[in-house]
């Protein structure tokens, strides 16, 4: 499907995942705000001004805004113990009561961290609900076959060997394999493996190989030159032990988020492999002519993503806060207004930055410009 026809369907799933998705990280500022004991005057799906809304019976304005692209909530006083002069004084105690710089810094933390820990939740209850309703397709990490002159072979491995672990992560899936190899790239891999009963180590270098995607976009894979010795089969899986893969495939999720993220800082993994917004919508579009179930996965993945990307040191990011609390928390004081007040416009330059580079990265993946280019020519 061509991308400029394709904006209106892609658009619409698009606009369906983030809804959901902002919706939860807010409602877990919300829920946790509630309880304790502070009073949220609006709680706003997009930006800008209101389309429609409705206020319930704790005053809280529930709306859908203009620009929806994310959400948040306004809590009463956030923000009120920086003020100065009559500003500051305006507020009774009533007021101070159910004001959200007035809870102590401990209870300000828990409403901040809600936001990141609802999407994990989310993302962790979808993966359960999948891992229980479909159960898990699962391959015998045994070796079926190795490529001539590959880095399993220089390494010594045969047919028939029963992969254990690698790097001291241990394996029980063959699909892991080729997981652990692509998010480690450019380094030696301790393969520890059972051969006829006999547990042995050795270290193989994956090669990287430059292939091309559907698009055209290169990309930099890394090969030990394995194959399955048979297929995946699925494995039913009981509640608790959905729920158990549950969360640990949220883990999972992030630890090759965080893993990735520094091989782009340290240039092992090219810059131009993050994206953004656009890509998110290209992908939500394509991933929803798939199916339904691959729709939802795909929602948790981008779940994990908002809450750990949220939790961030950055300035004007929920980690950005905490990281302000904490330091409260150990001097027994706030950082003054005028620091605080730097860090947030150093953290919104970053933000938008960072937002133009993965739009810039969007636009090349995509190949928007020359199609634009295309349509006048």
């Known amino acids: 499907m061509d991308i400029l026809a394709a904006i209106p369907q892609y658009g619409f799933w698009f606009l369906v995942l983030l809804t959901a998705l902002v919706f939860v990280h807010e409602y877990g500022h919300y829920i946790v705000a509630r309880w304790c004991g502070v009073r949220v005057e609006v709680f706003s799906i997009g930006f800008g001004p ?32 920086l003020l100065e002069g009559e500003a500051g004084k305006a507020m009774t105690e009533a007021d ?94 301790a393969v520890t493996f059972d051969r006829d009963g006999a547990v042995e180590t050795v270290v193989a270098r994956p090669t990287i190989v430059i292939e091309k995607d559907a698009r055209g976009n290169e990309m930099r894979l890394g090969r030990l030159g394995i194959m399955a010795a048979g297929k995946a089969e699925p494995v039913d899986m009981g509640v608790a032990e959905s729920v158990v893969a549950g969360v640990k495939r949220v883990f999972e999720i992030s630890g090759a988020m965080l893993k990735g993220v520094w091989q782009m800082i340290t240039g092992v993994r090219p810059a131009d492999e993050l994206g953004g917004v656009i890509r998110i919508g290209y992908l939500s579009g394509e991933i929803a002519q798939i199916g339904v179930w691959q729709l939802i996965t795909f929602a948790a993945m981008l779940s994990v993503n908002l809450g750990l990307v949220n939790l961030f040191p950055i300035p004007l990011l929920d980690g950005g806060h905490l990281t302000y609390y904490a330091i409260e928390a150990a001097r027994g004081k706030p950082l003054g207004e005028r620091i605080q ?29 020359g199609k634009l280019r295309a349509l006048f020519t």
Not at 130 to 141: L, N
Not at 142 to 163: C, H, M, N, T
Not at 342 to 369: S, Y
Request: proline share 3%; charged share 15%.
């Open 96 to 189: 101070r009561q159910v004001a959200f710089d007035y809870k102590s810094v401990w209870r300000r933390m828990a409403i901040v961290a809600a936001g990141p820990i609802a999407n994990y939740i989310f993302a962790a209850v979808v993966f359960a609900t999948i891992f229980a309703v479909h159960g898990k397709d699962v391959a015998a990490p045994i070796i079926g076959g190795v490529q001539p002159a590959s880095a399993a072979a220089e390494a010594g491995l045969q047919p028939g060997d029963r992969v254990l672990s690698l790097n001291g992560t241990a394996i029980d899936d063959f699909n892991d394999i080729r997981e652990f190899v692509q998010l480690n790239l450019d380094q030696e891999i």
């Open 50 to 81: 209101e389309l429609f809304g409705r206020t319930d019976s704790h005053g809280t304005r529930w709306k859908f805004s203009a620009i929806p692209l994310g959400g948040y909530v306004k809590m009463f006083g956030q923000g009120a113990n």
């Open 341 to 369: 007040e730097w860090g947030f416009r150093i953290g919104i330059a970053f933000v938008l930055g960072l937002m133009l580079f993965a739009t810039w990265n969007d636009l090349v993946f995509l190949d928007v410009i």
